[in-house]
């Protein structure tokens, strides 16, 4: 007797719910309780139904994660809610700073200091975000730089642990670490030797390379897992509430984290769980402390980089021992003269290293280290080499010591030390080449300028730098917009297409955001994030020179911090605003700056473009207190969006107090000063009838 339609449908239904159950229960629960090959029929019924009846085929079905898209690429996503990192930390007295950073701020601003923390394994795999709209997942992409990312929708349907639907029909924004077991690791590394393949250095590379498979058949071989810990959206007062929603809805949840009252308790999960790591199937190199209670972790709000409710723990870098081969210079973008040592290539946390930095001649004199010498080597932070201590048991008598060179090894200048201008401090522990046409700093400088944070030139890496430069065809970064098709034609690793792809490349490089325009002039301590703090204040490049021309007029006769007050761009301090006037006040510079405007198109955000209420605050100072319904920085940015600025402190310039609730029911002390200078002190909704 043939079925249905209702009856096909019915029996899609439970299909459907049955291969959920049991998905659930082996890949989060790891309990199974079909034998494989039961669950792989009841799964080829439900291909089948589908495949007859493609009207009952939904996007939160299970047959979804079967591989079979291949993409030419992936596209760039830019996140809903911006994607931040925590500061990391390496011991407990770094630890009790932060802490003790957060209890000042609580203080000063009247917020209550009663909170617990909640301690997290920091899982070592790839950061993934996941948006569920009505309930469904609708993307799952890579964090990227913070705000841009890349859509990997296809390869995070493949992962078992992540489920496609959640129990309500309610849209959130979910955080999570893929991995890969140990044990997985080591199986495929088997394959790919026996393919004469390149082996997979650690379950961290595994992982990020497979979910950057654009074969998703690829992605669905692998067993990736997916340990879920944040949520943006929702009515959440404690994080601990947050993970047991992602268990309610289903979500692997790594389960060993605790509510701690103090560092204290801290500090034993950290020490448990030093050693206790190596015996896991997936990596961790730290713990997430986070402050529990959602409300306290808003108010803290963030620095330029980080929250500061948050902070990473981490464990001590994998150490292992190699021999110093020589010492050599290197000679940075800035200036700076970097003692590097060269090193007998030796294996650290899955990475080979050949080379490790030295810093300056103090680090060289407090190490003591020698050419010959035996060191220990560990990464910092498991990223940048770094020699931690000298084995003197092991050094040769011909063991040689190492003396800074007096001049440039590239151009001969004379190395010098800078003297620190913002605080009259002295003389800095590095040697600078303060020769403006060093080849060493131009090379630097040209593998900066394309990279992928400035002009992102794609095809221009730093070999094919060294070519066009030994050749002569570049000598300045503006000749790389002069190059054409014939110039590169021919050479080494060049034919035709790649010929014109590069020159393409370079064309689309053209037209370039504010940020990414400031960040590519390569100004000392002018990085990624100071050069988007400086894109959302001014919006222009234009709007930008003219104010800091304003600052260079009034340099002699203000002082620094009254200059940053004027430039009122919060997160910039005051070394990095002395930088920038140092390199606008540069006469090269600015006949650099003049060639390189001719030649490019710097485009604005949108999100940062002028409007006509764009100058409602404009000359407008206002110090803002207490606690508030989003954190600070949300009014901050409205406040410099509509043309004002922000102060830290009231004084007699002060236009406004926003003033907040005072958890501890006592009067501020910005209040009390407001009182007294007769500033105008308003609430939040008066705030808000004030921009509108």
């Known amino acids: 007797m043939k079925n249905s339609k209702n009856d096909i449908k019915q029996r899609i239904l439970e299909l459907k719910k049955l291969i959920e159950k049991h998905q659930y229960l082996y890949h989060v629960l790891d309990t199974p309780e079909i034998e494989d090959t039961v669950y792989d029929s009841l799964f080829s019924e439900l291909l089948k139904l589908e495949k007859e009846n493609p009207e009952f085929a939904t996007e939160d079905s299970p047959s979804k994660r079967v591989g079979g898209k291949i993409l030419e690429k992936f596209q760039k996503v830019r996140h809903e809610i911006k994607q931040w990192s925590y500061d990391d930390v390496f011991d407990l007295g770094e630890l009790e700073k932060w802490e003790e950073r957060n209890l000042r701020i609580l203080e000063k601003e009247n917020l209550s200091k009663d909170f617990k923390y909640i301690s997290e394994l920091k899982i070592d795999g790839l950061k993934v ?35 496609l639907k959640l129990k309500k029909n309610i849209s959130l924004t979910i955080m999570g670490e893929a991995w890969i077991r140990q044990s997985d690791l080591e199986k495929i590394n088997q394959e790919q030797e026996v393919l004469g393949m390149v082996k997979y250095a650690n379950t961290r590379n595994l992982a990020a390379g497979t979910l950057r498979q654009l074969d998703s058949n690829v992605v669905s071989k692998r067993n990736l897992r997916f340990f879920a810990y944040d949520i943006e959206g929702g009515e959440f007062k404690t994080q601990s509430e947050e993970l047991e929603f992602l268990k309610e809805n289903n979500f692997l949840v790594n389960s060993d984290y605790k509510i701690c009252q103090t560092l204290k308790e801290v500090q034993k999960m950290y020490d448990d769980w030093k050693d206790k790591r190596k015996t896991e199937e997936f990596g961790i190199d730290g713990l997430v402390i986070k402050i529990n209670e959602r409300e306290i972790d808003e108010k803290l709000g963030f620095t330029a980089k980080s929250p500061r409710g948050g902070v990473a723990y981490k464990f001590p870098a994998e150490e292992v021992s190699t021999k110093v081969l020589d010492i050599t210079i290197q000679i940075g973008r800035t200036g700076v003269a970097t003692p590097v040592a060269e090193l007998e290539e030796v294996l650290v946390y899955g990475s080979h290293v050949k080379r490790a930095t030295l810093h300056n001649s103090d680090e060289i004199q407090r190490l003591d280290v020698r050419i010959g010498d035996t060191v220990i080597i560990r990464k910092a932070g498991d990223v940048i080499p770094e020699i931690v201590s000298v084995i003197k048991e092991l050094r040769p008598k011909n063991g040689k010591k190492f003396t800074m060179p007096t001049s440039c090894p590239i151009c001969n200048s004379k190395l010098e030390r800078e003297e620190n201008k913002l605080n009259k401090s002295g003389y800095s522990a590095g040697l600078f080449c303060k020769n403006l046409d060093c080849e060493a700093k131009h090379r630097e400088y040209f593998a900066y300028f394309v990279s992928k944070k400035a002009f992102d030139i794609v095809g221009m890496g730093e070999k094919i730098i060294d070519e066009f430069y030994d050749l002569g065809l570049v000598r300045s970064v503006l000749d790389i917009f002069k190059l054409k098709k014939e110039d590169i034609e021919g050479l080494e690793g060049f034919g035709e297409k790649s010929a014109e792809n590069l020159i393409e490349a370079i064309e689309k490089s053209k037209d370039i955001l504010l940020h990414k325009f400031i960040f590519s002039l390569g100004i000392r301590q002018v990085g990624e994030v100071a050069a988007k703090d400086l894109a959302k204040k001014f919006g222009s490049f234009e709007n930008f020179l003219k104010e800091i021309d304003k600052l260079l007029e009034n340099q002699k006769t203000k002082t620094l911090l009254d200059l940053k007050e004027d430039f009122g761009v919060a997160g910039l301090g005051e070394k990095s605003l002395e930088s920038l006037l140092e390199y606008f006040g540069e006469k090269k510079n600015r006949r650099f700056l003049e060639e390189l405007l001719r030649v490019v198109r710097i485009k604005e955000e949108k999100k940062y473009k002028n409007n006509e209420e764009s100058d409602r605050f404009k000359n407008k100072i206002f110090v803002i207190t207490g606690a508030l319904s989003k954190p600070r920085e949300n009014f901050q940015a409205l406040i410099e969006s509509s043309g004002g600025k922000v102060s830290s402190s009231v004084s007699k310039n002060t236009n406004y107090l926003l003033l907040g609730k005072n958890i501890d029911g006592k009067v501020s002390s910005k209040e009390k000063s407001a009182k007294e200078l007769g500033v105008k002190i308003i609430n939040e909704s008066e705030f808000i009838q004030l921009l509108k």
């Open 129 to 163: 975000i996941l948006t569920y709209r009505d309930g469904v997942l609708f993307r799952g992409a890579t964090r990227g730089d913070g705000e841009i990312g890349e859509d990997i929708t296809e390869n995070v349907k493949m992962i078992k642990s992540i489920p």
